[in-house]
């Protein structure tokens, strides 16, 4: 009997002292690494959400920003730290595609989601000079005998993507000019330096509806509310539903084997945080869409992303490495 | 402002002009070790060159086109310097390599430098910091007025630390 | 018109904002004094930090900070030799040899007032020429740009020291280790033998802050003995009859200035670099040569960082397109505070963009102020003996190294190039080449491949495209009259020599 109270108490012992370190996270400041520079999107979606995790965590987050190697720089000092989530990564897609692209081992599968946040679509834009004005007419153009120049963010990016989506589906060929980024690349096509660009629905919304830039299509299966004239691409195409949904996205994550109550804590946290109104306007203002996947289904959305995304690197002749070699499952 | 009654137009020009042409005029010797260096700049174009030759070539705007003109330019440059330097006489009564390159002060604030790098990872930033300042401060003025460097050294680094740790929430390493 | 009136009033009767923009001018020049924290750092702390607050008050603080920290950075190049930001590297070239001659207060009197003057000429371009320069700077094609960054290298024939050749091979250096890490546009690694460090590239900032701050500490152990120098502190603030005989090279640099902030992608930097290098090509009796102290050659890059102010506000205020980092990250600041800046801010928020000019002004008129109340304490900092100030300036240097990317590698790479620096020096070749090569390496690399892609890597139609294009035309003629004004012939007809 004595005994057994004996046991009882030492496991009630445990279970309140675990209790209180559960209770305990956060107990001290948290850091934020930022996968990209000051002022790019996941730096935006960063300084937007966190202010208001914040005052729910009831711990500061010291947010830095760590660019370079398209994030795999950001991503490694998360992964090469502790599992305790007090080093958080805020990050953009660009892990799925870091092992074909041979920027380095890691991918997602090193990290545990606290949320996957905020998604976007993609738009193929043209500048307003173009003389094709639907995207019927601007896979007639690719076709053709000249080549369109293409900007891109670079081998691997969004754009670069999208670009080999219509090679498989179409066949066409573009020159592609790369540019450092979303932004700068929407500026050369503004400026006639380049026909064309996928650009992400964040970047091109403000362009299209001041006649800047030309909206073809939308790469997702129902038109969206922020640009209603433009057509999604299946009402033209539906061979391209294969690949969608599809876009980019920006998430927070923890190193592999955060203690699932710590992640349970972040992800309320952001969850929460995300409710909250101004965070609402700021996702509307920047033509994206709230997500909000946790846990699981989280996990499975990075999958299914990672394989869409290599697997079209990889056809269209921008992989170092096979995804085969990573068991990176063919999309259906 | 002040002194826009002030009749003569007071100019900065009006300093007496040093027309120092030093620089523009070639040394008939050469300096110890500068064939030496124009050499270990050859070799870190040919090295340069070298690394180039296994990035993505082909095209006009391949990945591998300035590192293989900027390593080129390297080599082109050097080796004239290297050649007009062999031209030149070697000096006959001027100080050694060593104590060219190297005088004491140097040597000690070097050797500070590197100890200061290898002590920062594990006894981080504020107390190898301090201990850099103090001993840099008492060497260089020949161990007078100790206190006065401890003092010194503990008000900027507090300073600095109020700067970046607090107001730019920096995590010092 | 009257309404416009009224939008930029708002800041003058709001007394919380007027303070906000003298506390951020304040704040400003220290940030921008310090090597290694920048103005961008600043401004992305301010977005968290107001998160809060009311739009109007989180802008004017973040345009005080702007006009402040871009004269800040000049301080420390004129006093140490430490440029406190890339935009200050060709105003130390001049003033550092001044402070040596015991003019610092001088130098940063006329630095204060010309910029404040250059400042002030952004904004008026700003305000009346906005949307033509807007559309103007999005006809830059790669081409041109790559044009520009040529234009900047040739200042290596200005800063080189005497011995071009050396300077050179300096620059080539710096071009080559700009090469370092992964090439942004294919994701290939270069020069990196997979070490994830070297992938992340090698930074300008510490570089810049090696090879002028640490290396200039080194070097000046060379000489123990020498005293530093006395500053004579009389007449700071520049006559009416100097600043009028720094006008017309004011104004052109200026400009220079506000279209090169205008440019999507170019900012203070470039611009200082590149007006310093028009100043000493085409300024006949300067006050001293240049590269000994020449005030012309702190004038011109001093009011070209200032113009670039007003000019990196033309293409994010009208199109919504970032002229330089700062403005990028007043864009997410835009956003996150519920604004949509794109083509239709200017019709939607018209408030703002007045509100940003008055701003801007009232900031320029505190920058005045603060400037010159600080010149005489910054301008003791020199007379300390640098058995005291070098440790302090080493430390400094280190701090500021590691906060801008929060990197311990990075301090090892500031020490090294500090090392390589003082060797450099020692054997004659200038380290500004190296940290110009550093700049405008990358700039070059991926200009010219964009415009190599764009002819389809076709030879003959990348050529045409440099006389076909009326701005390309213009600006190849440009770079080969530079190159033909550093001839003898040239010089000897404009009666240099």
Sequence with gaps: MKKRAAILVSVLLVLSIAGAAMAAYPEKSIQGLIQWGAGGGTDNFARAVTPLVEKILGQTIILQNRPGASGAVATTMVVNGAADGYTLLYGAENPANYRVLDLSPLSFHDLDPVVIAVEGAVVICANPETPYNTMDEFVEAAKGEKKIRMATSGVGGLPYVAGAMMKNIHGTEFNYIQFDGDGPGATAVMGGHADVMPLALSTSVEYIKAGRLKGLAVLTTKRVPQLPDVPAITEIYPEYAQYLPWGPFY????????????????????????????FEEFVKNSGGFKNGATGTEAVSYLEKFESTASWLIYNAGGAKKSPAEFNIPEPK | MSDLSSSLPEAPEAAPAVKDLSVFVPEAHRRPGELGAAALGFLLGALGYYFALDMTSGEYSSPSVFPKFASALIMACTGVILLRGLKKDKQKDGP?????????????????????????????????????????????????????????????????????????????? | MEQSFQYFLIPFLSWEMMLLIWAGVFAGIWVGAIPGLSVTMAASLLISFTFSWDLNHALALICGVFVGGVYGGSITA????????????????????????????????????????????????????????????????????????????????????????????????GVLLSMVGMDPSTGELRYTFGNIHLMAGISFVTAMIGLFGVSEALTQFRNAGKKSPKQNLDRIIPSWATFVKYLPLSIRSSLLGVFIGALPGTGGDVAALLAYDQAKRTVRNPSRPFGTGAYEGIVAPETANKGAIGGAFIPMLTLGIPGDAVTAIIIGALYIHGLKPGPMLMIETPHLFWMIVSCLSIASVALMVLGLVSVKPFAKIIEIPKEIIMPVVIILSVIGTYAIQNSVVDIFYMIGFGILGYFMRLYGYATGPMVLGLILGPMLDANYRRAMQGAENQLLPFLEGFVTNPISLFLTLSIVFLVFSQTKVYRRWRGFE
């Design chain 1, 251 to 278: 998430g927070v994550f923890a190193k592999k084997g955060t203690p699932a109550d710590v992640l349970a804590t972040l992800s309320d946290a952001f969850t929460k945080a995300m409710e909250d109104e101004r």
């Design chain 2, 96 to 173: 050694g390599l060593a104590a060219f390159l190297l005088p004491m002060d140097v040597v000690v604030v070097l050797i500070l430098l590197v100890a200061y790098c290898v002590a920062l990872p594990w006894l981080r930033f504020v107390p190898s910091s301090f201990l850099f300042m103090v001993i840099g401060m008492v060497y260089l003025q020949r161990g007078k007025n100790i206190v006065r460097a401890v003092l010194i050294s503990a008000a900027s680094l507090a300073v600095l630390v109020a700067i970046f740790r607090y107001l730019f929430m920096v995590i010092l390493p």
């Design chain 3, 78 to 173: 004129i006093l140490l030799n430490i440029p406190g930001a890339p935009a200050a590297i060709a105003t130390g070239i001049e003033g550092y040899p001044l402070a040596q001659l015991g003019e610092a207060g001088k130098a940063i009197g006329l630095c204060t007032t010309v910029s404040v003057f250059a400042s002030f000429v952004g904004i008026l371009a700003l305000s009346v020429a906005a949307p033509v320069i807007a559309n103007f700077s999005l006809k830059f094609s790669p081409r041109d740009f790559f044009l520009l960054a040529v234009m900047g290298i040739l200042l290596i024939g200005s800063i080189g020291g005497g011995d071009p050749v050396k300077g050179v091979a300096a620059g080539a250096v």
